[in-house]
Nanobody, 125 residues
Framework: QVQLVETGGGLVQAGGSLRLSCAASGGTFSRYTMGWFRQAPGKERDFVAA????????YYADSVKGRFTISRDNAKNTVYLQMNSLKPEDTAIYYCAAHGFISRTYYDRGSYDYWGQGTQVTVSS
């Protein structure tokens, strides 16, 4: 059983930056593809970014491409989401997720077996 804990959320002005962290425990971190998803009030939980377990390939939603960067440190069992040029529409609860299957799609929230509790990101205009 993998436990995920997100930190780093907060309130920031438009154009600002935040870095989210997700610390994993209870499993072999390097064996998991890690993803970030977000959920705004009244909306579904949407894919933001993912980094694979094998090659470390990264993938992004079109809405964040060029502004957000996902990375992982297997020695620290942590995945990061660097968010720059934040916009009010980035306001949401951000969730970290993990799965251990190469064949599963990285952008489908149904692919992920483990989820953190979420961290709130609020971007003011």
């Amino acid at each position: 059983q993998v436990q995920l804990v997100e930190t780093g959320g907060g309130l920031v002005q438009a154009g600002g930056s935040l870095r989210l962290s997700c610390a994993a425990s209870g499993g072999t971190f390097s064996r998991y593809t890690m993803g970030w998803f977000r959920q705004a009030p009244g909306k579904e939980r949407d894919f933001v970014a993912a980094i694979t377990r094998t090659t470390g390939s990264t993938y992004y939603a079109d809405s964040v491409k060029g502004r957000f960067t996902i990375s992982r440190d297997n020695a620290k069992n942590t995945v990061y989401l660097q968010m720059n040029s934040l916009k009010p529409e980035d306001t949401a609860i951000y969730y970290c997720a993990a799965h251990g299957f190469i064949s599963r799609t990285y952008y489908d929230r149904g692919s992920y077996d483990y989820w953190g509790q979420g961290t709130q990101v609020t971007v003011s205009s």
